[in-house]
């Protein structure tokens, strides 16, 4: 079985400072691993996937995401927070034999000017 | 292409009453998925169509739920005899390569039940 955890529900920063939003999963397979953002009333947005490829993975927005495996994480930063940057965001998990998303229950960011 | 396209955006209903939405994935994408997000959770896979072909549901989806995709392209989500816990954010999804790895989501349809 798969499934990730995000520590914290809740992230403040302030703009220009360094994002940090934690993800760890589960799998007993090699997983892919995800990062989505959700904007309040909107569907999902892909930021980032890791597919097995680089473990250093960049996304839009200036998010970036490391894969782990000795510490089965998947963590999103960005060097410098924009207001723009305060929205939902969720970290997934799929196996490459199945063909589903495992979300975690999300982080909302806020960012303070 | 405007991306996955879904309708209404918002419903309420009252509890009891039949729902349907109406998912029009991306052209040409073949796999189509639904998902389920209530509030203050992550979304919840419920079923996913290979062209026609609904090839997984989850145990989520009661038989009040049910989804189809008649002709490979639109889906729509019906459920019967709504009751307050069916209040949340469904979300469609499609993509092109028959992963999920690919997907694009819409919108969502947000549906409260009074």
């Known amino acids: 079985a798969q499934s990730v955890t995000q520590l914290g529900s809740h992230v403040s920063v302030s703009e220009g400072a360094l994002v940090l939003l934690r993800c760890n999963y589960s799998?007993?397979?090699?997983?892919?691993l995800f990062w989505y953002v959700q904007y309040p009333n909107q569907g999902l947005q892909l930021l980032l996937k890791?597919?097995?490829?680089?473990?250093l993975v960049k996304g839009i927005n200036g998010f970036e995401a490391e894969f782990k495996k000795s510490e089965t994480s998947f963590h999103l930063t960005k060097p410098s927070a924009h207001m723009s940057d305060a929205a939902e965001y969720f970290c997934?998990?799929?196996?490459?034999?199945?063909?589903?998303?495992?979300f975690g229950t999300g982080t909302r960011l806020q960012v303070f000017p | 292409d405007t991306g996955v396209s879904q309708n209404p955006r918002h419903k309420i209903t009252k509890r009891g009453q039949n729902v349907t939405f109406r998912c029009d994935p991306i052209?040409?994408?073949?796999?189509l998925y639904w998902y389920r997000q209530t509030l203050g959770q992550g979304p919840e896979f419920l079923t996913y169509?290979?062209?026609?072909?609904?090839?997984?549901k989850s145990r989520l989806l009661s038989d009040r739920f049910s989804a189809e995709r008649p002709k490979g392209s639109f889906s729509t989500l019906e459920i019967q005899r709504t009751e307050q816990g069916d209040s949340a954010m469904y979300l469609c999804?499609?993509?092109?390569?028959?992963?999920?790895?690919?997907?694009?989501f819409g919108q969502g349809t947000r549906l409260t039940v009074v």
């Open positions: 999804a499609s993509s092109s390569r028959g992963t999920i790895i690919e997907a694009f």
């Open positions: 890791y597919t097995s490829a680089a473990t």
């Open positions: 052209s040409e994408h073949n796999r």
């Open positions: 799998s007993s397979v090699p997983p892919y």
């Open positions: 997934a998990v799929s196996a490459p034999n199945t063909d589903k998303l495992i």
């Open positions: 169509f290979q062209n026609e072909a609904q090839l997984e």
